[in-house]
């Protein structure tokens, strides 16, 4: 499943603090999929303004479940690429 993911600096988690492995690398989850609780978590394109931060990515996530709202946890899930297109002057403007 596709989805998006922001990230602090340098790929990491601004909640658990994760740092997440390089684009085409899996970062996996020990415990099943559970919103908020475990899980490689990602966004659906209808929620992304609640959880802005400063690095924007696309994402698969293996087995992706829509557990909430616009947000889909999988056991593991790897990063594909950087949106380029988010950037300070994106989140400027957005501002």
């Given at each position: 499943?596709?989805?998006?993911?922001?990230?602090r600096?340098?790929r990491?988690a601004?909640?658990?603090?994760?740092?997440?492995p390089?684009?085409?690398?899996?970062?996996?989850?020990?415990?099943?999929?559970?919103?908020?609780r475990?899980?490689?978590?990602?966004?659906l394109?209808?929620?992304?303004?609640t959880?802005i931060?400063?690095e924007?990515w696309?994402?698969?996530?293996?087995?992706?479940?829509?557990?909430?709202?616009?947000?889909v946890?999988g056991?593991r899930?790897?990063?594909?690429?950087?949106?380029?297109?988010?950037n300070?002057?994106?989140a400027r403007?957005?501002?």
């Amino acid at each position: 499943m596709q989805a998006l993911k922001f990230l602090r600096p340098g790929r990491v988690a601004p909640f658990t603090k994760v740092t997440w492995p390089e684009p085409g690398e899996w970062l996996e989850s020990d415990s099943p999929p559970e919103l908020c609780r475990a899980g490689v978590h990602a966004l659906l394109p209808d929620v992304l303004a609640t959880w802005i931060s400063e690095e924007l990515w696309r994402v698969e996530l293996d087995g992706g479940e829509l557990l909430a709202p616009g947000i889909v946890v999988g056991r593991r899930g790897r990063l594909v690429a950087r949106v380029e297109e988010w950037n300070d002057g994106a989140a400027r403007e957005f501002a």
